[in-house]
């Protein structure tokens, strides 16, 4: 017999260092799960992503067990790593802070791809280009056609 999912939890907690304090402690422990159970388990399969931001969706049931699904690194913070900068702009449409090309651009949407909502890796480059465009980031050159 299936068990009765009771809810969801979205957090976004950074690989192998999932602790008890905010923000994963007091989101398990309203829900009644095992917070350490969770964090050994967390920390256990992302271990090799170390220090990125992963978001995290777990769903947990009414006899208090629960499950995850770890996620890829959001948009945002690839394109800070592949830009090299520490935060966007404060005004994206007149102060541009970093450059990038379409090949970063096209590694940043394959690796995303399976968690965005579109098909083709051309439509996820236009996205991706969508959210640098959005942190002041300027990609250089002009869309490949090609894909």
Do not use: H
Not at 81 to 99: H, M, T, Y
Not at 109 to 132: H, I, P, Q, R, S
């Amino acid at each position: 017999m299936a068990k009765e999912i009771a809810g969801q939890i979205k957090l976004q907690i950074k690989g192998g260092a999932a602790n008890p304090s905010p923000p994963v402690g007091p989101a398990l422990g309203s829900k009644g799960i095992n917070i350490m159970e969770f964090c050994k388990q967390f920390n256990a399969r992302t271990q090799d992503k170390g220090g990125k931001i992963l978001p995290v969706v777990i769903i947990y049931y009414t006899d208090k067990s629960f499950e995850f699904v770890v996620k890829t690194p959001p948009v945002a913070i690839q394109l800070f790593e592949a830009a090299k900068i520490k935060g966007g702009s404060a005004e994206p449409n007149r102060k541009k802070v970093a450059e990038i090309t379409w090949e970063q651009v096209k590694v940043i949407a394959e690796d995303k791809l399976v968690d965005l909502n579109c098909f083709t890796v051309g439509a996820a480059m236009k996205m991706v280009a969508g959210t640098a465009r959005s942190m002041g980031i300027t990609v250089k050159g002009t869309f490949p056609d090609n894909n």
